[in-house]
């Protein structure tokens, strides 16, 4: 969503996801045809951000017509992103092993919505025409089946004991986004500890005693050498930024949930989606004067949420535009962290979760106390938000490509 547009219909419809049982509905019709004016005005407004951005971000003339347009089409697609609805249908290429897709399999076939169930069987269709020996058990009743209906089970207790233990209120949010939630006090000391275990003969526990003798100075000199001269963000030190950990509570757009949600060594449980949080709308939207038109899509997909819950609690979602918040834990080590942050805060980043990175950044530092670990974590880029986020990216791009063409 953050680089192809929306705003073409393909074979005369919009590419939004059509549930087979809410089309059958007497709420189908209304259902297309709220999705399809949410579209609308996201391709009306594509034009006006472009013309927009393009006034505030004149054209370097170092810069080629091609490399401008797509930096200004991604800034545009950026600030109206928020306007479409979480059925808005992507392509998912999807790499794993046997297992893996055991697992993933019966995760699918457990959940309530039943587009999941669809494309579980689906891809066990696909899978046993070149895997068939790692997925016997997967819709066998007494194996996968079983697995499935068990999973199915403990989701439904929790959700019905969670329902009664707090009773439905209106949302109360913090006015902070990103709130550090768990830590380790001593994970400075039991990192430095990781950091010489290997290069020591003593037991961990004997070289942590050793740290905590130690000063400050002499731990970060630790640091220093473990950590050594980055020289870009993708030289990472080794495993002994595994041995602390930080849980944060996130509450972001869920457009920004989405591309925090991709990131492998971490734990992340998400809520609900609805509008009950609020929505974030860009400024680059009332520069615009498009604010009107951006609050009038965010109404409309809430009132359709309200009226598809009654008889479709699961595919309600669907009409929550990815403006809305949804609220998120995540939780990961440092190594993750540094990976996370340094690639996140950049200024090719979208906003929200540039956001979102820069304040767990500073939380990590000043509410956990461990600023020695984030100033290893040199490449965080703290910068106000970029005039184009993708200018870089695509300079450097159109490099590559005359590069190729100079060498055939």
Not at 5 to 29: C, E, I, K, N, T
Not at 104 to 122: G, I, V
Not at 262 to 275: A, G, K, V
Not at 304 to 316: G, I, N, R, T
Request: glycine content about 6%.
């Amino acid at each position: 969503t953050r680089y192809i547009a929306y705003d073409a219909r393909l074979g005369g419809r919009y590419r939004f996801f059509r549930d087979p049982q809410v089309l059958s509905s007497p709420l189908g019709a209304r259902y297309v045809g709220d999705m399809d004016r949410m579209f609308d005005t996201y391709a009306e407004l594509v034009p006006v951000l472009t013309d927009h951005f393009r006034a505030a971000s004149p054209k370097n003339p170092n810069d080629s017509d091609f490399v401008y347009r797509q930096a200004i089409r991604a800034k545009a697609f950026d600030a109206l992103r928020g306007l479409l609805p979480a059925a808005s249908l992507s392509n998912v290429g999807i790499y794993g092993t046997g297992q893996a897709y055991e697992a993933l399999l019966l995760r699918l076939k457990s959940l309530p919505l039943p587009e999941a169930n669809a494309y579980a069987d689906l891809m066990l269709t696909e899978l046993r025409k070149v895997i068939p020996s790692f997925l016997k058990r997967v819709d066998i009743p007494e194996r996968g089946g079983a697995w499935s209906d068990y999973l199915r089970t403990n989701a439904d207790a929790m959700s019905e004991l969670a329902t009664t233990l707090f009773p439905k209120v209106d949302a109360a949010d913090r006015d902070s986004s990103v709130t550090l939630v768990d830590f380790d006090p001593d994970g400075e000391i039991k990192t430095v500890a990781a950091m010489l275990y290997p290069y020591l003969d003593r037991p961990e526990e004997e070289i942590e005693d050793r740290v905590r003798a130690m000063g400050v100075e002499e731990r970060i000199s630790v640091m220093r050498a473990y950590v050594g001269d980055r020289t870009n963000r993708r030289h990472k030190p080794g495993r002994a930024l595994e041995r602390t950990f930080y849980r944060f509570d996130v509450l972001s757009d869920y457009g920004a949930f989405r591309d925090l949600q991709r990131h492998r060594m971490m734990t992340i449980e998400w809520q609900r989606l609805t509008p009950h949080h609020g929505y974030i709308r860009p400024a680059a939207v009332d520069e615009a004067g498009a604010t009107e038109a951006f609050d009038g899509v965010m109404e409309r997909s809430a009132r359709l949420f309200e009226d598809l819950e009654p008889s479709f609690e699961h595919q309600a979602g669907y009409a929550v535009s990815l403006a809305y918040r949804v609220r998120y834990s995540m939780q990961f080590n440092a190594r993750e962290a540094m990976h996370l942050l340094e690639l996140r805060s950049g200024p090719q980043g979208h906003p929200t979760y540039r956001t979102v990175a820069q304040q767990m950044h500073d939380q990590l530092s000043e509410v956990a106390g461990h600023r020695a670990l984030a100033a290893m974590m040199t490449f965080v880029d703290h910068s106000s938000e970029a005039d184009l986020e993708r200018l870089e990216a695509e300079r450097r791009a159109e490099q590559r490509r005359t590069s190729q063409m100079a060498s055939r």
